[in-house]
């Protein structure tokens, strides 16, 4: 006797229809027949309701993708912006360790698990990192960034943006948008849509962080300064700004100046012509992570999920307390830069890898991360150190070009030349079979939420939930990430972390890891 799937019951068709990806599979299901389109939409209310369930217990579990079912990889990368469209992930700019920035479009297909490179068309952007990039009307709104210059010619300064483009997803076409008044140049700020409005808040403006409302009409592209509270947050850069409706937004953590992360709320109530700010009283902040600071956030239902490291096995000299002094010095210490000339000397003395992949190219590292760390010895340690082998060794660099030849002792001054050029040639092949690097031990993202659900009461406050279990599944310790919410499920993409490790024979160093790996968090599996 032979069974077909019609003659399952539904309970079981239910089940097997559970397993496909909620995307698109999932989605075209239901044109089978009216029994399958019911049975699936079952399951997609069941999946959205374990999934809040899931979030309010701080139930969570940590999947990575496979990177041997990716073709198509895209470059490894920090600082970028993403933003979700139906069954696609969509990433844009970001840099590398180099702070090489990037002008390149990705989309990473959810039902696949696979990147696809969009061959974008009209007026692209220019390279940058610390944008925003939010979705509005088939489009995709990206404005502000900056990008680290290049290192010749010398002397340059940090470049800000205000530029404004609009990606359209039909078309595929990228339209630059000029407008009669702009907002200053800024970076490391926050946005979000509200109707068709678009409001941005804080970041980096003319080398000052800034505490500054701007609002974006998206249907004439005008421009203009919001009036708000004398109340106000602390100027800030690197917050999470969370849409709770057309009227109100939520402000979360950032950093108001060198070691000085925030883990504070605000809420911002656009009722009236004058916005109001509001604190927002938060309890149990002993279940609160160690810092919110360049750790995008993301709401799920009346919950917002934080990744970040544990505040109870933060200790004062840990891995993400470094990360932070390395960011504000680099790429975020737009205030503190003392003198373009010195920082132009620093990347004159760093001779440093660059990735090819701006302008449309697609580019790749000359060295592999790990083959770059074999070959680098360090001269020195530092907090951003990326040095380079025998950099700081003038004397050997130059020997082979210190002398120029004249026409009576050319052959003389070639033999010199060929012979220090075979004596640095063995220093290299010496140094690398002497270096080791070892690992130590590093410390994972954990998963943080916060209970909103009484932001709009009296007392304006808002609740950490304790953590259950503290899992050490998830991905290495990192920051400036992208953090975007699928169907059912967390994306975590990308970002950057400091490595410490030991080489033989020298002082311990720190070096610094991008990633391109891709990690899904998702509530435990259930049977219907």
Same mark, same amino acid.
């Given at each position: ?29 239901? !044109? ?93 952007? =220019? ?12 489009? %995709? ?18 470049? !800000? ?175 503190? !830069? ?27 590292? =000359? ?22 082998? %025998? ?38 092949? =010496? ?14 993202? =954990? ?64 070096? !610094? ?16």
């Amino acid at each position: 006797m032979q069974c077909k799937i019609d003659d399952l019951p539904d309970e079981l068709l239910e089940y097997i229809l559970s397993l496909i990806p909620p995307y698109k599979d999932l989605q075209e299901c239901r !044109l089978v027949s009216k029994r399958w389109c019911r049975a699936t939409k079952n399951v997609i209310d069941h999946s959205e309701a374990h999934f809040r369930k899931a979030v309010s217990c701080g139930a969570l579990v940590w999947n990575i993708c496979p990177k041997q079912n990716q073709i198509h990889m895209i470059s490894k990368r920090h600082s970028h912006a993403a933003c979700i469209y139906e069954n696609s992930m969509y990433v844009f700019g970001g840099c590398t360790d180099t702070l090489t920035a990037f002008n390149d479009l990705w989309r990473l297909d959810l039902d696949t698990r696979t990147w696809v490179r969009p061959i974008t068309m009209g007026s692209y952007p =220019s390279p940058k990192a610390c944008a925003t990039m939010l979705y509005y009307n088939k489009n %995709f709104i990206l404005f502000g960034g900056w990008s680290y210059p290049s290192r010749y010619p010398l002397h340059q300064e940090w470049k !800000l943006f205000n530029e404004l483009h609009v990606y359209s997803i039909e078309t595929n076409k990228w339209s630059a948008i000029n407008t009669l008044e702009t907002p200053p140049a800024m970076s490391a700020h926050s946005a979000t849509i509200h109707g068709n409005n678009m409001v941005v808040f804080g970041g980096i403006h003319c080398g000052l962080r800034s505490n500054d409302l701007w609002c974006l009409n998206l249907d004439t592209y005008v421009w203009h300064k919001q009036p708000t509270t004398i109340i106000k947050p602390r100027p800030r850069h690197g917050q999470s700004q969370i849409y709770l409706g057309d009227k109100h937004f939520l402000v979360l953590g950032g950093c108001t100046g060198p070691n000085s992360a925030m883990n504070d709320a605000w809420l911002l109530t656009m009722t009236e012509p004058t916005w109001k700010w509001r604190k927002v009283t938060l309890y149990h902040q002993e279940w609160a992570p160690a810092r919110i600071w360049c750790h995008q956030a993301c709401k799920i239902g009346n919950y917002i999920v934080v990744l970040s490291n544990n505040k109870r096995r933060a200790k004062v000299n840990d891995m993400s307390i470094a990360m932070q002094n390395v960011a504000c010095q680099r790429p975020w210490r737009f205030p503190d !830069l003392s003198s373009p000339l010195q920082e132009s000397k620093q990347r004159h003395r760093t001779d440093v890898d660059t990735d090819e992949n701006v302008n449309g190219r697609h580019g790749s590292f =000359s060295r592999s991360s790990s083959q770059s760390r074999a070959s680098n010895t360090p001269s020195r340690r530092s907090n951003f150190s990326r040095i380079v082998p %025998f950099c700081c060794d003038s004397a050997l660099s130059m020997a082979a070009f210190r002398d120029k030849p004249t026409n009576n002792s050319l052959s003389i001054n070639r033999q010199r030349q060929l012979e220090n050029l075979k004596k640095m040639e063995e220093k290299i092949r =010496s140094r690398k079979l002497q270096t080791k690097i070892v690992k130590r031990t590093e410390t994972a993202l =954990s998963i943080f939420i916060l209970d909103i659900s009484k932001v709009f009461g009296d007392k304006c406050s808002a609740t950490w939930i304790p953590l259950k279990e503290i899992d050490q599944s998830g991905p290495d310790e990192r920051i400036l990430y992208s953090l975007v919410m699928g169907k059912g499920e967390l994306i975590v993409f990308g970002g950057i972390r400091k490595e410490h490790a030991t080489i033989q024979s020298h002082a311990d160093i720190d070096n !610094l890891e991008v990633y391109n790996d891709l990690h899904f968090i998702n509530p435990p599996k259930y049977v219907i």
